[in-house]
Every structure is written in structure tokens, then in C-alpha cells.
């Protein structure tokens, strides 16, 4: 009988139709029934949630494992399993352009700052918003003229926390993206030349693998490969600033055995300037560089996290930025001087306060710091003393104090 019931074909098919009991999660009996395509679907979620290869699907240890969970199981191969995922995704992309679309987040056709402000408010009432506390925008001029369209109906209707004063925050990121852009044009020459050196390396699979095997013989210290920028992402240029530095010596040699690489790169300008081959200049600035850019980068990483509050953490980093282009300011070198006041320039315009209060500075980037059990009141005076010196930093701490109290 045992012999039989072990070789049986039809048993299989008999148990796709029966019913078993099974305990649920909270340990009652329910009847369960094997689903071929649920359990493919689980299978597909797990991938996708633990973030695990498709491949494991063929491997040994899997199949043998779900040939004693469910042998009822059909394995799929990694390539219905990627079909599977494209399906899942279209289907999650549908689902979720309805359900917004529902909600009034549909897509702005108008930019003019009347269009976003009635846009905005659309918005707030879809969702049934009744109490605002922040905007977070960019700096374009149209978004200072939506702005002032939305507070004039949200007050109104008395919709604003302390009356409005904390609304508008201008984008901390887009910030420091216009500020890092004026120091990248003091060194545009190098910056591009790293650019084309490493878009010609990328640019082909036979290149790529060329360019390894060189840095290999050169054994160079470093898990990162060459990263190609996005020109309008300045933290893109600094990950790729920063990884080709690695490989700054390992380019003189691969110049030596592929002449058609300096010679395409001869070919192309910037400015009318021939680009080349970065020299050993070209690596000082980029080294340089990469030392100032890195205070930003941190920042950048901090204001754009998406997982816990960031506000709290703005101010300490701010006062670093300003420390660090203080320093600058008093370089020998009058390219970095130049490259300091420049950067200043821009960045004082949405921040600094050494004279009188700035209208683009929300006080809410100091108060969130001052309520931090880490920083409080004391942390937030010493910053502001070493930004502005003893008697501006008194005078702002006084308005704090009274703003606290709004």
C-alpha cells in the first residue's frame, strides 16, 4: 500500500481539490485550500520585499525545501518570476494613479503662480486638510507669488498654525544645490574634464573592462567603480568627483596603452578650451574640492531623508557651512577666496542674518533646533554667536524667546 501511495500521479491532483484544516494567526481552525497562483504571488512579495536575486528560485536548496513545505507547488523560473514583477508593478502604478487622481493630485499644467496657488488649495481640499503648518518649496519666483495666494485663503478660512508666519520654507536642498553650483564653475574646466574622461571609460562594456584590468595591475584601494554625474544633481558630481580621485593615477597609465583615448578626448572644447586628459592640476582642484564639498554633501544627505525628522538637525549643519566658507575666505589662494565669497553670496541670501532679519529664513529651522533635548537654547546661541559674533547672536536669541511663545 505504502509502495503504491508514494508512486501514485493521480494523489497530487487529488489534492489540489481537498480542503485541510489549518490554525490561523490567532490559533483557530479554518479550512484552507491549496491556490497555486497565491502562493506564487507570496513568492513574488518575498522577493521583492527581501530584496533577494531571482535566481534563488533555481537554486538547490530552494527547490528542496518547497519539495517538502508544498509539493503541490509548481517552481516558477526566474524569468516567469520577473514577468511576474512587471505585472505586480503595473498593476500597484494603476492602482496608485487612481487612487491619487481621486484625491486631486493630478498633474500641474501651469507653473504661473495664481495657476499653483488654486492647484494647492484644490489639493488641500480633496483631502479634507483643515489645519496647515508648512509648504515646503523651491526658490522660483512663481512659487513666492503662489504662496502669498494660498495664505490669503487659508487665512481667511483660519486654516494656519500661529497665523502663517512658519508657512513657506524654501527647499533646503534646492539651496544648497544653487550654492555648490557657483563653487563647481570656479573649477568647471577640471570638473569636465573628469566628466568626459569618465563617460568615455563607461561608455562602452570592452572600455569599462580595459579600464579595470589597469587598475587592478595598479591595485588600486577602492570597492568603487567610476560613477558618471547628472549635471543638474551638484551631489551626483561629487560621488563622481570622489570616485574618480581613486583612480587618478591608475589614468596616466591607461593613457599610455589606449591612444585613441587621449585622442578622442583632445577632440572635444569646453569654452573653446581643449578638454584632455585631467593633469595633475586638474586632480589637485578635484582633490580640493571634494574636501569642501563634502560639509555640503552631509547636509544634503541629512535634509533629504525620508524615514525621520530632519528639521531639528538643519541649523548645527548650517552653522558648519558657514564655518567652513569663514575658512575659505582667508585662503591664500585667490581662486578659493573668490570661489568663497561667491558661495556666500548666494548662500546669504536665503540665510544670513548678520544685519537684519531675512524674510526667507523660516525661524522654525532655529526653533526646531532649540526644542532638540540634545541641542536646546545654549547650543543654538553658540552657533549663532560663531555665525554672527556676540551682540547679533543676543539680539536674535531675544526674538527667539519671544517667538517661542506664539
Not at 520654507?169 to 563647481?184: K, S, W, Y
Not at 570656479?186 to 579600464?211: L, M, N, Q
Request: with cysteine; net charge positive; proline share 3%.
Amino acid at each position: 500500500m505504502w509502495k503504491h501511495y508514494t508512486s501514485c500521479v493521480k494523489r497530487f491532483e487529488a489534492n489540489k481539490s481537498q480542503t485541510v484544516i489549518n490554525p490561523d494567526e490567532s490559533g483557530s481552525l479554518v479550512s484552507w485550500k491549496f491556490n497555486q497562483d497565491r502562493v506564487r504571488e507570496a513568492l513574488v512579495k518575498m522577493l521583492i520585499l527581501d530584496e533577494l536575486p531571482l535566481r534563488c528560485v533555481e537554486r538547490e536548496g530552494f527547490i528542496l525545501f518547497m519539495k517538502e513545505a508544498q509539493p503541490l507547488f509548481k517552481i516558477p523560473s526566474r524569468h516567469a518570476i520577473r514577468e511576474d514583477i512587471v505585472k505586480m508593478y503595473l498593476t500597484q502604478k494603476t492602482y496608485l494613479r487612481n487612487f491619487f487622481g481621486l484625491k486631486g493630485l493630478g498633474r500641474i499644467y501651469s507653473h504661473k503662480g495664481d495657476d499653483l496657488a488654486s492647484a494647492i488649495t484644490t489639493i488641500v481640499d480633496d483631502w479634507g486638510l483643515n489645519r496647515l503648518f508648512r509648504c515646503t518649496l523651491d526658490n522660483a519666483v512663481t512659487n513666492d507669488h503662489a504662496i502669498k495666494g494660498i495664505m490669503t485663503r487659508f487665512v481667511e478660512r483660519n486654516m494656519l498654525l500661529a497665523g502663517g508666519q512658519y508657512f513657506h520654507l524654501r527647499c533646503v536642498g534646492h539651496i544648497l544645490n544653487l550654492v555648490v553650483d557657483e563653487g563647481l564653475a570656479e573649477i568647471g574646466v577640471s570638473v569636465r574634464r573628469v566628466r568626459e574622461v569618465v563617460k568615455w571609460i563607461k561608455a562602452s562594456p570592452a572600455r569599462s573592462d580595459k579600464f579595470k584590468e589597469t587598475a587592478k595591475l595598479y591595485k588600486v584601494e577602492t570597492s568603487k567603480f567610476l560613477c558618471l554625474d547628472v549635471p543638474t544633481r551638484w551631489n551626483s558630481t561629487y560621488l563622481m568627483l570622489e570616485s574618480a580621485l581613486s583612480y587618478a593615477p591608475v589614468m596616466a597609465i591607461f593613457e599610455r596603452v589606449n591612444p585613441a583615448f587621449v585622442r578622442d578626448l583632445k577632440q572635444k572644447t569646453y569654452n573653446k578650451i581643449p578638454i584632455g586628459v585631467p593633469e595633475e592640476l586638474d586632480w589637485h582642484e578635484v582633490r580640493r574640492m571634494c574636501g569642501y564639498l563634502k560639509k555640503f554633501h552631509k547636509l544634503t544627505e541629512e535634509v533629504s531623508a525620508t524615514t525621520y525628522p530632519t528639521s531639528h538637525t538643519f541649523f548645527k549643519e548650517m552653522c558648519g557651512i558657514f564655518t567652513v566658507i569663514r575658512r575659505l575666505e582667508g585662503h591664500e589662494n585667490e581662486d578659493i577666496k573668490r570661489m568663497a565669497i561667491s558661495m556666500k553670496s548666494k548662500l546669504g541670501k536665503y540665510w544670513l542674518e548678520d544685519k537684519e532679519l531675512n524674510p526667507r529664513m523660516n525661524k522654525i529651522m532655529y526653533i526646531a533646533a532649540m526644542l532638540d533635548p540634545r541641542q536646546k537654547m545654549k547650543h543654538v546661541q553658540l552657533c549663532l554667536k560663531t555665525v554672527y559674533g556676540d551682540r547679533r547672536a543676543a539680539e536674535l536669541v531675544e526674538m527667539l524667546k519671544k517667538s517661542m511663545y506664539d
